[in-house]
């Protein structure tokens, strides 16, 4: 499954790269990408294993409000 996400407060490539990380380590996702112009975060990740909203909260922890679009 494909999730995309609003992600507010990424000003820089760091907080991009923190943001990814942070969803690819979440379990059963597969992909995380950044896209810092429209401050988005696009996960593919195995639906049976997680949820877009466990994700979301598990990226909210960077300290970034994230929430599904």
């Not at 112009?37 to 970034?64: H, M, N, P, Q, W």
Request: hydrophobic share 40%; glycine share 8%; charged share 30%.
């Amino acid at each position: 499954m494909k999730a995309l996400f609003n992600v507010e407060g990424m000003k820089c490539g760091g907080c991009a790269a923190k943001v990814e990380k942070k969803a690819s380590s979440a379990d059963g996702v597969y992909k995380a990408s950044v896209d810092l112009a429209s401050k988005t975060l696009t996960v593919e990740f195995d639906e049976s294993k997680t949820t877009a909203a466990r994700i979301a909260a598990e990226v909210s922890k960077t300290g970034f409000e994230t929430s599904v679009k």
